[in-house]
């Protein structure tokens, strides 16, 4: 146990913060964090938009539904960035097709996803809260628009930062148990019954966003969010809008 994994283990989900401004020498260090983290093939292809335009954190936090969004002190929107590579090729003469397909999207996916969760533990030891923001996400053409985000590029996760005003009660997590496995999947005759402790702990459990109000059991989110209201955020035609070739 050190202080890096104290910090990991503590992380909470943080929505409101102080009126304090993160110092730009603190918010240059995160950068340099995130530019040190891992990338496939070394090509680099993840970036941040860092939104400070009130009127375009405004849009964000109306498409994410959550209007703390718009008062975050640090909004930060992780962006696959293919349009270099593009671009260099189209400089040097190369043919562009190779930079657009599948598997280029899907590493400069991935190396955003890795950048955001990267400065995030960077940024929790600095003693600032952090929030992931799949939300921007809820409206893929109206953030590309509010991004004035060009081809071969696309958003990934959102994020805020500043400094924590509030403190949750520590999430629950299911017990490792149930997610690592050894060599091969295994699970058990019902995930239902598996999950019956797991459940009744997050009975248990107060989320800030519905004070007073006990959250649903795990299970029953499932339900109620993957059948109840299926997701109709279908991300395909908007990738290949961006330029991307799916091979669809």
Known sequence: MNETIRTQL???????????PIPEETMQTL?????RTS??????????????????????ARIGNQPYIARAPELLVGIADVRRAIRILDERGADTAQAANMSAFREAFTDTLLMIQNMSVAAESLGLGVTHLGSVLNDYAATIKVLELPKYTFPVLGMILGYPNQDPQL????AATLR????TYQEPE???????????EMH??????????????????????????PSERNPLPHIQAQGFDLGL
């Open 39 to 60: 990338t496939s093939r070394g090509f680099q292809q993840a970036a941040f938009i860092r939104v400070k335009d009130q009127s375009k954190r405004d849009e964000l």
């Open 10 to 20: 503590a992380h909470r989900t943080i929505r409101e913060f102080t009126a304090e």
């Open 31 to 35: 950068f340099d964090v995130a530019m």
């Open 204 to 229: 248990t459990y107060y989320d800030l966003r519905e004070a007073n109000r006990r959250v649903d059991r795990f299970t029953d989110q499932i339900v109620r969010k993957f059948i109840e209201a």
């Open 180 to 183: 690592v496995h050894t060599d």
């Open 171 to 174: 999430k629950p997590r299911m």
């Open 190 to 200: 019902s995930w239902t019954d598996a999950l019956a402790d797991y459940d009744e």
